[in-house]
């Protein structure tokens, strides 16, 4: 359950990220067998459309344009694919859970998140601090998907 959640923190920052490290993941044979809908978040084409969904989103935040990760549909996206990630990398038998662990914990640490960003973007600006937030975000959903023991 301890993915679950940290999951949830990257759907906090990033909507689109937990989709590309889940595919990653569900790839790489590291999510709880069998992950929900694992063949199709596995397929070729679905993996690099959710990395492009991630990138864009990565790239579409340093606009000045872009909107705060708390608006109503900001948080709906990031409730979808934190069910989806949490539930993914929950064990067998307690999706449910992981998927309920993830929702919460994303919409906690998208205000925390939003608050931080605030604050630094205040001292180092809006694109600095959306590379660095990037950075973050990636790495660690890229270990939490990565993290469980390689499938044959």
């Known amino acids: 359950m301890l993915r679950s959640f940290l999951i ?19 790839r790489r044979g590291t999510l709880p067998a069998p992950a929900p809908l694992q063949s199709i ?30 608006v109503p549909a900001g948080l709906i996206v990031r409730s ?27 919409l906690a640490s998208s205000y925390i998140g939003w608050r931080a960003r605030c604050a630094a973007m205040r001292k180092y600006g809006q694109t600095r601090t ?5 950075a973050v975000v990636l790495g660690s959903g890229l270990a939490i998907a990565l993290a469980g023991e390689k499938r044959s």
């Open 41 to 70: 978040i596995s397929h070729p084409v679905i993996a690099a459309g959710t990395a492009t969904l991630a990138a864009a989103e990565m790239a579409g935040d340093k606009m000045k344009t872009a909107p705060d990760r708390i």
């Open 80 to 106: 979808i694919t934190a069910a989806y990630a949490g539930a993914a990398m929950a064990p067998r038998g307690q999706r449910g859970a992981g998927a309920a662990i993830a929702v919460v914990t994303a």
């Open 130 to 134: 959306g590379f660095a937030e990037d």
């Open 8 to 26: 949830g923190l990257v759907a906090g920052q990033r909507g689109m990220t937990p989709l590309a490290v889940t595919s990653a993941g569900a």
